[in-house]
């Protein structure tokens, strides 16, 4: 079976009755061997139209590294409202490419072999699209094939969206040294007028507003303060980028937001298209936003092998950390049975996860337990498949990146 999520029809919220959605996902998947990960169809189309929704009308380009799964990047990208890939390596790039035609690789790449296969294909060069931020990396590209010996590159310009604070000190991620417009057109008019290359894109990712929870705690009305403030500034400095960079070259996308900005983002008239993932598998970190609910569309489980303790029942397995600070939010969150959470000295681990609660002392050998990653695409790493249910049903699997033995990053 094709994954489809055509018509896209939202049924009822199933997750909403945990006791239902999760003891029919342990239903469909009862006879396959743990570690066994699961898809609920509904409620990735629930999230892949919930997000359409929050875009308001901007085409979403569909982040990779938050799924590595390709059945379901091509059955979004089949939905109205999606347009284009985000990629994380330019080696995904190219192997994406050879079925669609606009893949943008989200961050620079040393890559040798692969900008030689690159520069080498022309069918490739036309779909592939790398994103810089520094001379250098267009000195590695020519210093791997001589603009003189290979196709033209297309190339977007990453732009640092992080905000600067007198209070805060520079919150978001750290990603390009061009923050300021001069120095982003400063980049972009070497590009412009450096052979082997064509200026076609702008990327600028407020991190700080797109994953920065902002409902979970005492520090949220500071957290919001900050987001405010940022979706103001970035306002203002992105669209003196973009008209300076329109002087320059005929931009064919102005790309930013992430899952947990989209309505900031879109309201943003500089904004030409938008990037979401991790709102499609849904991963724990996204529960604690004001602003959208996604499904818990992705899962996995793991059998009980000891009880060590009457309230305590330990699971073969578990340790899939999130990538970020390693705090107790980047572990995998036991959500069925209710009630479970992991030991503070030994938290997740790599071959088994003493689970503590009352729901333990019911737990038997053979049993299994549900669990959420805290991200989306890191638990593709894992499984070479996602078996996908539907009301109730097991109607297929979906081999992850791994499962098509492909291992980018």
Known sequence: MSLDLLPAEVTADLWHDPASYWRALSRAVQDRPAPVAAIGVEALRRNALDLVVRGGGLP????????????????????????????????????????????????????????AALAADERAAERVTLMVDDLAQLDLIDAVAPPTSRA?????IDADAGFRSRSLGHVGVYRSPVHAPAEVT?????????????????????????????????????????QRRSADELRHRRAAITASLRDIAALEFVNGGGTGSLESTAADES?????????LLAGHLFDGYRSFDPAPAAAFALDVVRKPRPDIATVLGGGWIASGPPTASRQPRPVWPPGLHTMPREAAGEVQTPLRGEAARDLRIGDRVWFRHAKSGEASERVDQYHLVENGRLVGVAPTYRGEGRAFL
């Open 186 to 226: 400063a980049l972009a008019r070497v590009i412009a007028d450096r052979p082997g290359f064509r200026l076609v894109g702008l990327m600028m990712y407020e991190a700080q507003i797109a994953g920065q929870p902002d409902d979970e705690g005492p520090a949220d009305p500071v957290i919001r303060w900050m």
């Open 271 to 279: 904004v030409t298209e938008l990037t979401a993932g991790s709102g």
């Open 60 to 115: 979403i380009r569909v982040a990779s590294k938050s799924v590595r799964v390709r059945e379901v990047v091509d059955a979004v990208l089949r939905m109205p409202g999606y347009r284009g890939i985000l990629a994380f390596t330019l080696a995904e790039a190219l192997w994406l490419a050879e079925d669609h035609d606009d893949v943008v690789v989200g961050y620079p790449t040393a890559d040798r072999t692969a900008l």
């Open 152 to 156: 033209r590159m297309r190339v977007a």
